[in-house]
């Protein structure tokens, strides 16, 4: 069974950084595509990062292009969302996404999901 657990949501204030983790586990880790959502309180869930199978490409959605990178460790079955220069708007529940497809190289819409963090941006 596949599990994602994600860590290191909190509260910072605007122009602060927060380092994101998903430990994974029931599966081959470095098979699989990984990346993050959120989902602001009254919003739809939205796409924020992918990160392919092999960690060599990587997406974004535009909001956060060049403050936020996705990364992977694939050693510790470990998938991170840095993010940096944050604001008021990125303040939201974080989830955790699993490709239910080995070997992805873009979001394929079908995942598995974590149960979420909260960060909180303070202005």
């Known amino acids: 069974q596949v599990q994602l657990v994600e860590s290191g949501g909190g509260l910072v204030q605007a122009g602060g950084s927060l380092r994101l983790s998903c430990a994974a586990s029931?599966?081959?880790?470095?098979?699989?595509?990984m990346g993050w959502f959120r989902q602001a309180p009254g919003k739809e869930r939205r796409f924020v990062a992918h990160?392919?199978?092999?960690?060599?490409?990587?997406r974004y959605a535009d909001s956060v292009k060049g403050r936020f990178t996705i990364s992977r460790d694939n050693a510790n079955n470990t998938v991170y969302l840095h993010m940096n220069s944050l604001k008021p708007e990125d303040t939201a529940v974080y989830y955790c996404?699993?490709?239910?497809?080995?070997?992805?190289?873009?979001?394929?819409?079908?995942?598995?999901w974590g149960q979420g963090t909260q960060v909180t941006v303070s202005s």
């Open positions: 996404v699993g490709d239910r497809t080995s070997y992805g190289e873009y979001p394929s819409g079908n995942y598995y």
């Open positions: 990160i392919s199978w092999s960690g060599g490409r990587t």
């Open positions: 029931g599966r081959t880790f470095s098979t699989y595509a």
